[in-house]
């Protein structure tokens, strides 16, 4: 993938979309491979480590898009805010959590609903950041500034002080250990997309990548109801080879680019959709039926819940 020229975008532009296979500055194949490479040993590490998803519950996530839509961000740090909020949460809720278990107090039931009070309050702020870090890590222009933030938090009638949004921001990268090597489905996708270009010359791309960010979308807000259609799949399923897999499927973020594709393909254009699958199939090592029986899914959650994609 490749940004567009400087002079179609103006001095320090940044793309709405990404440029694929881009003659002169495009990645090269070594590279490409390497950088699945990567990709899918991060993925490996994730579904080792299962890797929790508390929160990336439809209110989180609608409360992050329309965040993100407030400030005019793009699609890569929505979804990237996503998983920032939910590695955070996890952890901060798992430590605050601890640090009452094994207090001296003789009030921990009190001391932690006062807590759960204060996370909840917290809230708006604490999601304000996350998309703070995630604009800073996706561009190094288009950020949420410590001034854009308060403004927006006092549009939502919460007057936070310029250092109070400072310390939140603060306390996320503390709590996350300043590990903020994170990645989100798009990147799994739009590196699924370049090697595809790179190896069907004859294939657009770039006509399925914007069906693929709104499904990624629907995805997050729908994310409960898909995998409970796959766990059924698998129930009704003669082989257990899906049954065994339903579990990790929360995780596989791999597997989640590849189904999130082949919809896209069904979507825009149906002929090419066995193609797309078989190349995907080749790139991935992921056998064809796991793909499809997710891809399957994914459009029938789109053909019921129109309403609620971006």
Excluded at 280 to 299: G, H, P, R
Aim: aromatic letters at 8%.
């Amino acid at each position: 993938m490749a940004c567009k020229p400087q002079n179609d975008l103006g001095i320090f532009g940044t793309p709405q979309e990404p440029f694929f296979n881009h003659k002169e500055s495009g990645v090269t194949p070594e590279l490409l491979g390497q950088w699945l490479l990567d990709l899918s040993a991060i993925n490996s590490d994730r579904l080792k480590g299962s890797t929790k998803d508390c929160f990336k519950s439809f209110k989180h996530v609608d409360l992050i898009y329309k965040t993100c839509d407030r400030l005019k961000m793009s699609a890569q740090v929505k979804l990237l805010a996503v998983e920032i909020f939910n590695r955070f949460m996890t952890r901060h809720i798992e430590e605050l959590y601890n640090h009452v278990l094994t207090s001296d107090s003789q009030t921990k039931r009190s001391d932690w609903d006062k807590i759960l009070q204060r996370i909840i309050k917290q809230q708006a702020l604490r999601i304000t950041s996350c998309c703070q870090i995630a604009s800073k890590l996706t561009s190094h222009h288009r950020i949420i500034s410590v001034n854009r933030a308060r403004r927006f938090l006092c549009e939502l009638g919460h007057n936070y002080t310029a250092g109070s949004i400072l310390q939140s921001e603060l306390r996320i990268l503390k709590t996350l250990e300043f590990k903020l090597a994170v990645l989100s489905p798009l990147q799994y996708v739009e590196t699924l997309l370049e090697i595809i270009g790179h190896n069907d010359k004859t294939t657009d791309v770039k006509l399925y990548h914007s069906t693929a960010i709104k499904l990624l979308y629907l995805f997050n807000l729908k994310r409960t109801e898909i995998y409970d259609k796959l766990y059924k799949t698998a129930c009704s399923a003669e082989t257990t080879q899906l049954q065994n897999r339903v579990c990790e499927m929360v995780s596989d973020m791999l597997l989640l680019g590849t189904a999130v594709i082949t919809a896209s393909a069904f979507i825009m254009d149906m002929s090419t959709t066995d193609t797309i699958l078989e190349n995907l199939s080749l790139i991935t090592k992921i056998v064809k039926d796991e793909i499809v029986d997710f891809a399957t899914v994914i459009v029938e959650v789109v053909q019921e819940n129109k309403s609620h994609t971006p």
